[in-house]
């Protein structure tokens, strides 16, 4: 299914561009602080952050960025027609996207998250928040590969979505972590260590994140096969 | 081939006008205004006042209904200050700029039908200037709404006068801050990076990420008995500067770690220099794409 | 060998008709299409390339819809008007990422070959974004061809593209065409469809205004009243004149010295004018026809 010139050329476009050190800014940033914040202090004064800043922020702004430079500006200038005038199924070219979008998110998001937790503290408590970054990253990958297909503004209203709806909303009304990644990630790393939060039940929040990560990249196909050329709007 | 001929301008019976023309102010106050609607997709494709709106009405109905409840309850205060307010919603202000500052900044640029622009008598500085008075003017007026609602409602359900005027004032002090540093700062990411994805994230990272960073090392340092630090930290980024301000002057507000005596000057100092660095990174940008 | 059948395409954008009741044929042999900007050709050919549904009616390449159709692309080449945003890969990485992408026996023989024959071997080791237009306009060629498809659509391939490599192009188009592709290109330029394409099919206004033999749209589109503006040794005179022959429809003093001639009969008034002039003593110092802008040419067709 996965189609290895496509996901060169993805790849490609990723990492020759500015936007690859925004994009490794991310994780910069994290492990940099972690690391200075554990140096000068005792005990494990840095694991807030993870929590606080790492999981809801940085690794969903990673899968955003990495979501959308791999199709977004080639559905803008239109150049996706030259993929896209090929005998290739149309769902073979967004999954082919999706592993570039996905591998990205997890280098520079889950993988930095990862190191943090383990130089903040370590023990279970590492593993577990690298487990629920692994899941909530694969999840808001294929999510925001699906939004860039669908709207020319998919990086603010998926930053709408992290921001707002699993933010803001998100802390004042519990019923949100039902229908919001991060919280299903957490969920599922809540089976490691109990010292992650438990909003649902896991069978809901396995289920929920694989349909989510399927069906975005699905979708996401289903909208390429009917990609329609038209001038600007 | 090469025979001669002879050139002429058809007359087409437009007629020459030598009357009165406006003068630079006029153009500038016309593209300020036009500006300042495109901001909230005023003049612009319904889908484009979709998200300005929404936004606006997540920012404005928190207000709304804190009113209605302050009036039913027959509560004597409003359960939380104007500052107080702008600091619950920061993330929405945050996200209005980060989303609207590549309409007024990105797309003349990357269109290069600024060249449009820059053939009328108006100098690149004061395009410049027109368009980060427009994108300032838009968070003030995103900012301040709210809080009239909160300040109208309060004083209808009989508040104290003297108390909640002083309390808004100092609210718009603030946000006059905040509304000139977040247009500094998001005008500048959107007048350097023209694609929009790229520019909101960059916003994104200047409004919410670095904050949020500043805030967690400011909680760490409050709890280590380090405050020192974390009063430096807050000069990193502009929200805390703000929440900083809003702590020393009583506005509502509380940080880990409030500045005091000299360091409210240098909170003071910091906002606005931010806010003119980034009027001028702005200018700069402009009059170096004014003379390719 | 293969064709592609429009059957009553329409498509229409709200409720703006772009394309309306268009039927053409497209056989073997290079095809122009025809049509002043905004005729609809781009929204034409972006439902011939199957990047559009149509609105109502049926495109079919060798009988099978386009649209929602990929495995038609085995047999269409497509040279987009969009721009190449690839600037980072050389011509040949290009070219080979699209053989790579039709999954060729032998990509790395395939991208050679096609590369000699739009003649770019040479620059093929530099960047893209270090093209001219014309090296750009060739190297999307390449990448449409590299896979042999019987048919080959262009959209506006010369635009911008200097003289001497538009010669070039062309040639190369004649080529295809010669060797029994379906080549079709759209151009609003009546003197490129002139030189390229012995078939034609013009579009106005999203309507398909004529279709058929380059030569005979021609003579159909001359055998209209010409206008035509005539200084003379006496207007007046020259007036009274031409009015009475049968050839002519009307006769107009312009107010600046001259005549308005509308012709019906070319060839006659052609033949006649001198001689008249003669007979009656008169000397003519100018005749210029007064519209033969291609707008003019498609205004015409579409009125009639």
Redesign the interface.
Known sequence: MINVTITKLAAQALLGRRRFWLLLAFPVLLVALTVTITALTDGDAAWPLLPGLGYPVVLPLVAVLAASSVLGPEVDDGSIVYLLSKPISRHAVALSKWVVAWAATMVAGALPLYVSALVAGGGDRASAAGLAAVVAGTTYSALFLAVSAITRHAVIVSLLFVLIWEGLLGNLLTGVAWLSVAQWGLRIGHEVSTELPDPTNVPWAALASLVVTVGGVWFCGDRLRSFSLRGED | MAEQRAGVIHDLGYRHYDGPREGVATIARTLYVTGLRHAFGLGR?GKSKI?PFLLLA?CTLPAAIVVGVVTIVGLSELPLTYAGYTNQVQ??IS?FA??QAPVLFSRDLRHRSIVLYLARPLPAYVIALTRWASLATALLVFSVLPLLVLYTGGLLAGLDVGEQTTDLLKALALLLLVASMLAGITGFISSV?L????A???S??AL??VP??V???Q??TS??DADQVGVVAGLASPWSLTNGLASAWEAGVTVFTPPAGGWVVVYLAVAVLVAAAGLAAIVARFLKVGSQ | MSTLVLDSVSRWFGNVVAVNDVSLTIAPGVTGLLGPNGAGKTTLMAMMTGFLAPSAGTVTLDGEPVWRHTEAYRRIGLVPERELSFGYLTGRQFVRANADLHRLPDAAAATERILGVVDMVEPAARRLDTYSKGMRQRIKIAAALVHDPAVLLLDEPFNGVDPRQRMHLMDLLHRLGDEGRTVLFSSHILEEVERLARHIEVVVSGRHAASGDFGAIRRLMTDRPVQYAVTSSDDRALAALLIAQASVRAVRLRPDGGLDVEVDDLGSFAVGLPQWARTAGLSLYDLSPSDESLESVFAYLVAR
């Open positions: 494709s998200l997540l993330l929405l996200l980060a989303a990076s694609r929009r994805g790229f909101v994230v960059g994104i990272v919410v990420v949020g960073v805030t967690a090392v909680a760490i709890e280590e």
